[in-house]
């Protein structure tokens, strides 16, 4: 059947439905500056040479992370994919697939997202796992709203976890009339968990904690739990660095009744900001309060080991009501780069993995924190990211420096939180497998020199 665009009359029609004159008015809300923008330098026209000319010299102009010591982190990690995971989500039979209704024809796709369901269930240590969701920060809010519907409950509290996914859950939030209170993290030692526990009470639906959280603290989730459950609360656990459950314990087995997070740090990659992959997992006893699909194992009539999706409640498939979300996809490409990822690992592969992140960025901090005027914040533990206090210096700026001599040397916190000044001496440092002796000693050398 070939493509058939619309013809002028229809699109007029359209537009006399939702009231618009013309297709402009469509994009009235977006600043004319940003509207009329322009590449730099490229004429009307040009020939496709010329194009990707121009295009490969303005690329040029960008600091990438292979061709510098790299230190950024703050929900978004580095680390080495191996390049089979690459070569087989290309295959055809996975790269053109997509969503799975005719199990008949779909077979490879859908075992892969049930193995993909067991490889996350058993790293978050939860009974079940969905077949993955857009992203972390729209995994986490799903999670709110499914605590909602089992507690009946509107209160939220949440810890120090990255202001995008706050800020995610905070948009979404105006919509339910979720009431939602923030403990907003501290460079200064401060009672941490006790701070998180005390905002819990009767009206409480969850309690929200990135673990490890946005300055790489490690919080008392077991603790945090025992005190969620005592008030009849549940706790969502947010991990956006997965290889961290290589070496700590899973946030399902110290008590968290959900668990969410971000994927990307196996085999996704950074790719400038997109596509990630949410994960999502529970107890087994709210399966039916959770959103996106679960795929599940059965036979066919002929007794032969077959996968269907189990549980579809999703606004496309019952009635908007009843559905348990309106995420209308699922990422799985992204999905099955990650199971790729998990599978060349194995288990004791990602205990390995783990052992070396932690190893490479404990050395890294002592030697960081030796330089005059850096404080270590975390005193008490951290995976493969820690937080620098730079006294008496904008962190902002000297990252900025830092970047002009071609080291990408951290987060600064004042560009995650511009708002919170307690929080502009804060550099949050991330050192992964990537990270090399030679790399590490030009930062310190580097933030030496900046911070005379």
């Excluded at 619309?6 to 469509?26: E, S, V, Y």
């Excluded at 067991?118 to 796992?129: H, K, N, P």
């Amino acid at each position: 059947m070939r493509y058939l665009p619309l013809a002028p009359n229809d699109r007029a029609d359209m537009l006399a439905q939702i009231g618009a004159a013309g297709i402009d008015d469509l994009f009235r809300d977006v600043p004319a500056d940003a509207l009329n923008a322009r590449i730099e330098g490229l004429p009307n026209h040009a020939s496709e040479m010329a194009v990707s000319r121009h295009m490969k010299a303005l690329a040029a102009k960008n600091l990438s992370a292979a061709d510098a010591p790299f230190f950024l982190g703050a929900g978004a990690y580095r680390h080495h994919i191996p390049a089979s995971v690459d070569h087989l989500i290309q295959r055809g039979e996975f790269l053109t697939a997509y969503t799975p209704y005719q199990p008949e024809i779909a077979q490879g796709t859908l075992q892969v997202l049930f193995e993909f369901q067991t490889q996350v269930a058993r790293l978050f240590g939860t009974d079940i796992a969905n077949a993955s969701m857009y992203d972390g920060s729209t995994a986490c809010w799903e999670a709110i709203a499914m605590a909602g519907r089992i507690t009946r409950r509107d209160g939220v509290i949440i810890g120090p976890i990255h202001p995008h996914y706050l800020s995610t859950a905070q948009t979404m939030a105006k919509f339910t009339k979720d009431v939602i209170r923030v403990l907003s993290p501290a460079l200064v030692a401060d009672a941490g968990d006790d701070a998180l526990i005390g905002m819990i009470d009767d009206a409480t639906s969850c309690v929200v904690v990135q673990y490890p959280d946005i300055l790489g603290r490690i919080p008392d989730l077991a603790r945090i739990a025992d005190a969620a459950h005592a008030k009849g609360a549940l706790l969502v656990a947010l991990v956006t660095e997965p290889v961290a459950l290589g070496l700590l314990e899973s946030p399902g087995a110290l008590g968290a009744d959900i668990v969410v997070g971000e994927g990307q740090s196996l085999g996704v990659g950074l790719n400038f900001g997109g596509p990630y992959l949410g994960l999502f997992g529970a107890r087994e006893k709210y399966v039916r309060q959770m959103p996106g699909r679960l795929c599940g194992e059965t036979v066919d009539a002929d007794g032969k080991r077959g996968f269907v999706l189990t549980l579809s409640t999703r606004e496309q498939h019952i009635r908007r009501e009843k559905a348990t979300s309106n995420i209308c996809t699922n990422s799985g490409l992204c999905a099955l780069a990650f199971s790729i990822h998990m599978t060349l690992l194995g288990g004791e592969g990602l205990d390995r993995l783990a052992r070396i992140n932690h190893s490479r960025a404990v050395f890294a901090a002592e030697k960081l924190a030796a330089i005059p005027g850096v404080e270590l914040v975390n005193t008490e533990g951290f995976f493969n990211e820690f937080t620098l206090r730079l006294v008496g210096h904008d962190a902002r700026e000297v990252a900025h420096r830092l970047a002009r001599r071609g080291i990408l040397s951290g987060v600064a916190l004042g560009r995650l939180y511009p708002d919170a000044l307690d929080l502009g001496e804060g550099l949050v440092v991330c050192v992964t497998e990537t990270c090399t002796d030679r790399g590490i000693d030009a930062l310190v050398t580097a933030l030496a020199e900046e911070l005379k």
